[in-house]
């Protein structure tokens, strides 16, 4: 059972205890009412208190139990609610540290709620596309008003419980302690004081009303409305408060359930929740246990003050950590701090930052030209020039000079980690750390692990990736590691729609309806489509038998780079991001199309979509099979973190698995097909193939 039952005097306290946040799974909830019968049937207990272990009251109910029978398994929490209510002595939630969800629920059924300060009050379920299921769109709008309950339901977002104290005529807290270390004698301390109260108050018997209801419910659904796109949860928030204030206590309940079940099948509930584990899975790597020794980073050095070193040194800052940054040329250090000072002084501009906070930020700051200095730093990160020979120069100066037991760690996008790393004397204390642009704000951080690389050097850059607040994924050396490894086949593709038919526009617009934050040819412009034709040319010596449409070549041969050069797919106005269709360039892809004998064909938006998402899926195959990434949902989370794949549809892999690996298959079999596509780019994966074969998911 994972919770406790003691008896201190003549009170009953019944303590969660499933680690790691007390979540509400089917032996929890058991274990909740068998202490309240327990003490109930005890004529020595007056009063029952509830609280938890550890670091949290509750996190609510338990996420890994979703879409197993254990989730609507008797006593759901429902039920344990309905037996804390009907208790015949009163029940006084003791609540501290974290009180989310289902958890929050809970207490919103005890009779009384005495809270410590600091603790995170919330109901997230929206972030997992659902909305609370446990009367808590019924119960909070009655203990502090309908409009604040309503936006912490509709936003998800955490309050602190002595903010929450401090609204008028708030009846969530009863009492609010002094500390987290009061807590316990002052929960017992109440449950005696109450234990002959009669009647027991409940929440549901307080009126739930808002003086103007239609209109403010009508603003409040065209404002869920407009920032809600993609998601059906929020909306269904606000018709469940709407119930609250309309309806008897157990037909909003009602209301609230059939809503809650409803979205529990959603593909979108279903991505959430995958993603939510996902990037919890991410930092797990298999063979690196979670107590794996971790070297201390306490100072960090970066070389290359360019586009990503300044990125990369912020987010370091950002932290508290201080940064020594190397260059060759004190101009170029210059320009260095100058850009970071400029982003820090815009987000001061936008209130984002305070003058204070910036300040310190700097000061951790500091610059050399000399190897000397960095040799204490516990951490180096390179950030020069993309070739192996600049690489190598400075590779060999670390290795000359870093203390030993100092991680040495490149951001190359495309070079072999494991080359860097025998540059060295060192290989095991090497890994790759592929921050993306712009690094300060990107949170998908790339870890290359060389053949080499010690354990703990991987355990410590995943615990550092949790501090400086990146979402780090383990990726095996290959080229273009997991992300740009599948984005190439996608960009491939998206050239293929060119010469068939499509305008970069047609195809952009396909792909953003779909969700994706950019289509491929305005993530081009934005990347800079000279860094798609450096890879090309490159491969046309390494693998010449590679197809790729010559479309996104004949662009940059006109020196159409992208925003940078204020021209790319697309034409930019200066100052703006607005991508406006060229006519030179659709009519250099229709003569392209010509000289290839190729009569255009209309292309449907579904079909745009599939050929460029299962591009993806195909190649994110042959990398799982590789052993390049661990588990599918790392491949996910690259794609969610790094690449703007819509976050509904869950990251490329749940989508196909959405769609049904067999039906992927088929598509890519009918895509084969087509006299004008490369029937060997649609061979299915080996793993694909056989996952389709089998009826089965990717994992
Ligand atoms: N159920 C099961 N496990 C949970 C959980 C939950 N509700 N919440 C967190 N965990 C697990 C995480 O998976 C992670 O496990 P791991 O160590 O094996 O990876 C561990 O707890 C720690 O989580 P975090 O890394 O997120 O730790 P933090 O300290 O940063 O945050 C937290 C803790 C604030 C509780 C955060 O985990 C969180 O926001 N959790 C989600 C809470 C939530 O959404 N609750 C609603 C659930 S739905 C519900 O209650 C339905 C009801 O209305 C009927
Ligand atoms: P950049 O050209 O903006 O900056 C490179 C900086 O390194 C320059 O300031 C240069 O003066 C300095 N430098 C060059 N040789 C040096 C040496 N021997 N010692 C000290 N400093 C030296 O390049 P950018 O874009 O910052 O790229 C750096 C690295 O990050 C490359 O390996 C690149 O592949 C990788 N990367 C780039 C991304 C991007 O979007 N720009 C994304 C992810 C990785």
Redesign the pocket.
Known sequence: MTAEYKVHGNVAVITLANPPVNGLGLSTRQGIVDGLEQANADGAVKSIVITGAGGAFSGGADIKEFGTDKAMQEPNLNSVIAAIENSDKPVVAAIHSVAMGGGLELALGCHYRVAAPGCSVALPEVKLGILPGAGGTQRLPRVIGVEPALNMIVSGEAIKSEMLAMLPGQKLFDKLVDSPEALAAEALAFAQSVADVRPMPLVRNLPCKHPEGDAYFQFARNMVKGMSKNFPAPAKCVDAVEAATKKKFADGLATEREIFINLMWTAESRSLRHLFLAERAASKIPDVPSDTPKRDIKAVAV????????GIAMNFLNAGIPVKM????QE?LD??IATIRKNYEAQVAKKKLKQDKYEQRMALLSTTLSYDDLKDADLVI?????EIG??E??FKQLDAVMKPGAILA??????DVNKIANFTQRPQDVVGL????P?NVMKLLEVVRGAATAKDVLATVMAMAKKIKKTAVVSGVCDGFIGNRMIEQYSRQAGFLLDEGCTPAQVDKAVEKFGFAMGPFRMGDL?GND?GWAIRKRRAIEQPGMKYSKTADLLCEKGRYGQKTGAGWYDYVPGKRDAIPNAEVVKMIEDHRASLGITPRKISDEEIVQRLVFSLVNEAAYILEEGIANKASDIDVVYIFGYGFPVHRGGPLNYANEVGLFNVVQAMKRFAKNPLDDAAFWKPAPLLAKLAAEGKNFQ
């Open positions: 070389i290359g003050a360019g586009t990503m070193g300044g190397l260059e060759m040329k170029a320009r260095g390179e950030a020069v020039f993309e600049v690489k120069a400075v490149s951001n190359t996008s495309t070079l592929h921050f993306f642009s690094a990347a860094i």
